[in-house]
Nanobody, 128 residues
Framework: QVQLVESGGGLVQTGGSLRLSCEASVRTFGYYTMGWFRQAPGKEREFVARISRGGGTTEYADSVKGRCTISREKANNTVYLQMNSLKADDTAVYYC?????????????????????WGQGTQVTVSS
């Protein structure tokens, strides 16, 4: 069982930055691909970014590419999402997710169904 706890959300003005954190309570953190998703009111949960087990591969949604960076720190079982140049459209609840799957197909890690464990989410609100 993997427990994920997100933090770092909040209220920020357009153009501002936030860094989200997700701490995983698991001994084998390096066994999991980690992802970030978000869900805005009235919309489906959507992929934001993911990072491979070893951290060597990252993938981003087109909507955040160039503005967000996902990273992971093995020493403290934490995955981060640095978000810059925030827009009102980035307003959503952001969820951390972990997957034990090995992804071999392009785009396979973008599906919510590919992830086994989810955090409770952290709210990000961007004011214009």
């Amino acid at each position: 069982q993997v427990q994920l706890v997100e933090s770092g959300g909040g209220l920020v003005q357009t153009g501002g930055s936030l860094r989200l954190s997700c701490e995983a309570s698991v001994r084998t953190f390096g066994y999991y691909t980690m992802g970030w998703f978000r869900q805005a009111p009235g919309k489906e949960r959507e992929f934001v970014a993911r990072i491979s087990r070893g951290g060597g591969t990252t993938e981003y949604a087109d909507s955040v590419k160039g503005r967000c960076t996902i990273s992971r720190e093995k020493a403290n079982n934490t995955v981060y999402l640095q978000m810059n140049s925030l827009k009102a459209d980035d307003t959503a609840v952001y969820y951390c997710a972990a997957s034990a799957r090995i992804f071999t197909a392009n785009g396979a890690a973008r599906s919510t169904a590919a992830y086994d464990y989810w955090g409770q989410g952290t709210q990000v609100t961007v004011s214009s």
